[in-house]
């Protein structure tokens, strides 16, 4: 359990530079803004307890916030998913699955980390891009905005845990 | 008090997960309009630091570029000295007084982009000069292709503008051909748009049309390129006429800009605040 502290440490370090350096300053088109950083909040370790995970969604957003310069839009959201993350784990997984210690692509498959990830990111980016606008016209503008960019984000999450996942079966002791 | 007591150990997750939320909400509210406590973080040392090191890696990368623009904008200056151009004044001799000769009203601060955005709702533009260098709140900024936005925090070697694809910003531009002159804003979907204002119904718009800055506000020179009308519609039960702009700035790809200095700023505010 110890070393999952600077594992997670060093992801999040990944995570934000990532976020901040590569893709906010992607420029598809107004329509994709994809986020992976939170995907910091969605691979800490499946016993993590619930109150933890809302203050590490909040502090981690706090962070990014800092670096984009949206004060409390990434906190908000962040703790959101934390909070509805034990929730969500719950009701996508089977019943009797054995966990390991935190998700991981070759464990959970594909399709579940599709599912779960493109479940949260919705969430996510919902609140996060009707907070950024504070305003509800635009209806579709949005809508469409949210899909497309929870679509690229999620991609990009998959790509980034094909590339930083370990294949090692890690069974929770 | 036992079952306030019981209704808290039942939903205590919750009411921190609301309390919390609301937290959120009060930073995001605090700071929403541009004030200088949001984006005082961003102009800061760390943030600051982590962007110019990216920059100096990524100018780099894009040097090839970036000396082209200035190939092209060292053309334009060129063309403006004093010596490429004809001095038809010479023997008028109506202005002898050598103080009213030359007066400067802006002086020009170059920077360089540290970080840029074009896809969120209010987009932001942070520069690596501030306060030490000259810089203050409220001064225009340009590029070689036109204007690009406003200042809005500064600290001492860094400082953030919003660009002109922020919802708050307003300019006053005018046609070239004819003076005719309305308020130019984002409209908040597409990062090479914006709309035009105010503009009656009677002036001949054509597709193609200049617009430039008209110079009533204190932020931008008079005459700086704004864009060229896109499209132009007539609504009929509205009063003015509903133009789209292509911005000749491309928000895209800034590298270097200039924050216009308005020499004369304290004197039209006190002429503003006589005349009132």
């Not at chain 1, 981690?60 to 962040?78: E, K, N, P, R």
């Not at chain 2, 040097?63 to 082209?68: A, E, G, I, K, V």
Request: charged fraction near 15%; charge should be positive; include cysteine.
């Amino acid at each position: 359990m110890l070393n999952q502290i600077p594992l997670n440490i060093f992801r999040l370090a990944v995570l934000l530079l990532a976020q901040i350096l590569i893709f906010s300053n992607l420029n598809f088109s107004s329509f994709v803004n994809p986020y992976i950083f939170p995907l910091f909040v969605l691979l800490l370790p499946f016993e993590t307890p619930r109150w933890v995970l809302m203050f590490i969604g909040l502090l981690s957003g706090l962070l990014l916030d800092y670096f984009i310069g949206s004060t409390g839009m990434h906190a908000a959201a962040g703790l959101l998913i934390g909070y509805m993350r034990p929730f969500l784990i719950n009701v996508i997984t089977p019943k009797g699955t054995e966990f390991e210690i935190s998700p991981n692509v070759y464990a959970q498959g594909i399709t579940w980390f599709i599912v779960y990830l493109g479940i949260t990111m919705f969430i996510y980016l919902t609140l996060y891009f009707f907070v950024e606008a504070a305003t509800f016209l635009n209806f579709f503008f949005m809508l469409l905005k949210i899909f497309l960019s929870t679509i690229v984000s999620v991609i990009f999450m998959l790509v980034f845990l094909f590339l930083f996942s370990s294949k090692k079966k890690r069974r929770f002791v | 008090m036992y079952n306030l007591f019981q209704f808290f150990l039942r939903y205590y997750l919750f009411l921190l997960f609301v309390s919390l939320e609301i937290f959120c909400f009060y930073l995001i509210f605090q700071n929403k309009h541009y004030n200088e406590v949001a984006y005082m973080n961003v102009a800061n040392s760390v943030s600051g630091k982590v962007y110019s090191t990216y920059t100096g890696v990524s100018d780099y990368l894009y040097l090839r570029r970036f000396s082209d623009s200035l190939v092209d904008e060292n053309a334009k200056l060129r063309a403006q000295l004093l010596d490429s151009k004809y001095n038809s004044k010479i023997d008028s001799g109506i202005l002898r007084d050598s103080t009213l000769k030359n007066v400067q009203q802006y002086s020009f601060i170059s920077a360089r982009v540290i970080h840029n955005s074009v896809n969120e709702a209010a987009n932001l533009i942070y520069l690596d000069r501030g306060r030490l260098q000259g810089i203050g709140k409220q001064m225009g900024v340009i590029n070689a292709n036109g204007i690009v936005g406003q200042v809005v925090a500064v600290t001492d070697n860094y400082s953030a503008a919003m660009s002109v694809l922020s919802k708050e910003f307003k300019v006053s531009a005018k046609f070239k051909k004819n003076e005719f002159f309305g308020n130019l804003h984002w409209d908040g979907v597409n990062s090479t748009t914006a709309s035009m204002e105010d503009i009656p119904k009677h002036v001949p718009v054509k597709v193609g049309d200049t617009l430039v800055t008209s110079g009533f506000s204190q932020l931008f020179p008079r005459n700086i390129m704004v864009g060229r009308v896109k499209s132009v519609t007539m609504e009929p039960d509205k009063n003015f006429l509903e133009i789209t702009v292509n911005l000749s700035t491309n928000f895209g790809s800034l590298s270097y800009v200039y924050v216009v200095n308005n020499l004369k700023k304290q004197e039209i505010l006190l002429l503003d605040s006589l005349a009132h």
